[in-house]
């Protein structure tokens, strides 16, 4: 059963930007020269040298009147009051759990900020402490909220609504937390038969749709016995190839771009989608549909 | 592994090679892309990066002359491998260096196949002197599969070296080692058949191929098989030594 193997020269490989409006945006790098008059106030991430404005991270510049900032394309989560994160247990600590959410520095999940089953009002007591394992142990992932920023910078995570807690089968992609586009809603259920948590901390989360949900529990306990069938597993995996295709060529993730993306990849089978040249062909076209519905 | 999953991830994985059907896509035997270029490094006599998906190595070659070894007619051929401290959390410190080992003791066993690999084409001068290759590697990020990955960049940059003319000149019971000048005037190794190393991992019952590092975190064992391409009188043989590592 012969199997193909790609291999090619680091000489030919693609060129991944793709052009927006015909135009493929800059990215300055540090130490480039950005203007050089003397006018513009220096925002995040740029410096001054010898009267001329230079960029000291890689990223795209905005321009708000005269304030020139440089937005670095991939760079820590810096986390801000009512994200959503999906992040993964690193340690069980006396009160409190300890999440990696791709931020500088470990988030805080307290006891107390967390559903335990049996109702909202439940008083914590010493036993739950030492159950604590029993609900979250090191290496779970879960989805939570940022409910306040400590003033060191780390985030404290609270998962107080059904909709947040333990994640269980599924797939987990890490991207730049920048090309994450803010929008009002981060779960989605997507008509294609899966359903995905776009993190904001880049952090994105691929699960087949759960028909049936179990209301009070506060999404601790899940079954494990539960069979993915193989084409909701295609689908997955599609997925996952396409937002991997649109992190390539830079493009911002929200849910229409990961559906569009999807819609123009059926042309090629799901391990095809690995190849550069069709990463690349993916993101092109759903630029230009997203162009398209932009213009109308 | 620090890369910990948690207990449902494991289990979409384990599922989802018994179905044929990996997370990404590929079945059970398909490898990722892969890209190498060669003649990366200028101060040395051959190099090569090659890129497998997430995981990236270096190779550098430097030939030397030396005595061989006593007894033996043959040139040497010394491995390290060395894991940047960039590559992954784990290999802060000393954490890479179990790692290291391992890899390095691996690529020892492979060179061990006298049938592909010819050592005494690399003699200069019977017991006297010898052509020394060092080969060092560098992980620069791992994202799994790196045994293999380490191979075929070894191979890409062994093609790739250039060692300059020698010739020698016998005066009695001195020799003279005269090294040309030009530096056109080389030539490649010429070392037999470098074999190429395949890592199979078991998850479950089934075996795949090219592991990524999230179905490295679910391995049970490993197998590693050494595959040569053997020309004698015109018929090729696959030559094929296996080696197991229970994880």
Request: proline residues 3%; hydrophobic residues 40%.
């Amino acid at each position: 059963m012969p199997q193909k193997i790609h291999i090619r020269l680091a000489a030919h490989r693609v060129n991944a930007s793709v052009a927006v409006n015909r135009r493929v945006p800059k990215i300055f790098t540090p130490g480039q020269v950005i203007t050089e008059q003397n006018e513009f106030m220096r925002g995040h991430g740029t410096y001054e040298e010898e009267g001329f404005l230079k960029s000291s991270v890689a990223g795209v510049k905005e321009q708000v009147n005269n304030l020139i900032s440089i937005r670095p394309l991939k760079s820590r989560y810096n986390g801000e009051v009512g994200d959503v994160v999906v992040g993964r247990i690193t340690e069980v600590q006396q009160k409190r759990w300890k999440v990696d959410t791709n931020s500088r520095l470990d988030s805080v999940l307290l006891l107390s900020s967390v559903n335990l089953p049996g109702g909202e009002l439940r008083r914590r007591s010493a036993e739950d402490e030492h159950m604590m394992r029993q609900y979250l142990q090191e290496g779970d992932l879960i989805s939570a909220e940022v409910q306040s920023v400590f003033s060191d910078g780390s985030l404290s995570l609270h998962t107080r609504s059904l909709k947040y807690g333990k994640l269980s089968q599924g797939v987990l992609i890490k991207v730049f937390p920048s090309l994450i586009k803010r929008s009002k809603t981060h779960f989605h259920n997507l008509y294609v038969g899966a359903s995905i948590i776009l993190g904001n901390n880049g952090f994105i989360w691929i699960y087949p749709t759960v028909t049936n949900s179990e209301d009070g529990v506060g999404g601790f306990v899940q079954n494990l016995e539960e069979v993915v069938s193989r084409p909701e597993r295609e689908t997955i995996a599609r997925l996952r190839n396409c937002i991997l295709a649109l992190t390539q060529s830079k493009m911002m993730l929200f849910d229409t771009s990961i559906l569009y993306a999807f819609e123009e990849s059926q042309k090629y089978s799901v391990p095809e989608l690995l190849v550069p040249e069709a990463m690349v062909d993916v993101a092109i076209l759903t630029q230009d549909r997203l162009s398209m519905a932009e213009n109308s | 592994m620090l890369n910990k999953l948690s207990s449902f991830e494991k289990e979409f994985i384990l599922d989802g090679v018994q179905k044929d059907i990996r997370a990404d896509g590929r079945s059970c035997f398909d490898y990722r892309h892969l890209t190498i270029e060669t003649g990366v490094l200028s101060n040395t006599s051959g190099s090569s990066r090659l890129r497998l998906a997430a995981t990236d190595v270096l190779v550098g070659i430097k030939v030397e002359l030396g005595r061989p070894l006593p007894g033996q007619d043959e040139g040497q051929i010394l491995f390290s491998v060395e894991c940047s401290t960039s590559a992954s959390p784990e290999f802060q410190g000393r954490g890479g260096d179990l790692l290291s080992a391992c890899l390095t003791r691996c690529l020892e066993r492979m060179i061990a196949n006298k049938k592909a690999i010819d050592m005494n084409k690399l003699i200069i001068i019977p017991e006297k002197q010898c052509w020394i290759i060092y080969v060092d590697t560098m992980i620069l990020v791992n994202g799994g599969n790196v045994l293999d990955a380490i191979s075929l960049a070894i191979r890409a940059a062994l093609l790739d070296v250039k060692i300059p003319e020698i010739s020698v000149v016998e005066d009695g019971d001195n020799y003279e080692l005269e090294i040309s000048d030009n530096p056109q005037a080389c030539q490649t190794l010429d070392l037999g058949s470098w074999p190429v190393l395949v890592t199979l991992s078991e998850i479950g019952s089934k075996f795949i191929v090219d592991a990524s590092i999230e179905e490295e975190c679910c391995t049970v064992g490993r197998v590693t098989m050494e595959v040569s391409c053997v020309r004698k009188r015109l018929e090729k043989a696959l030559l094929i030594r296996p080696s197991c590592q229970k994880c």
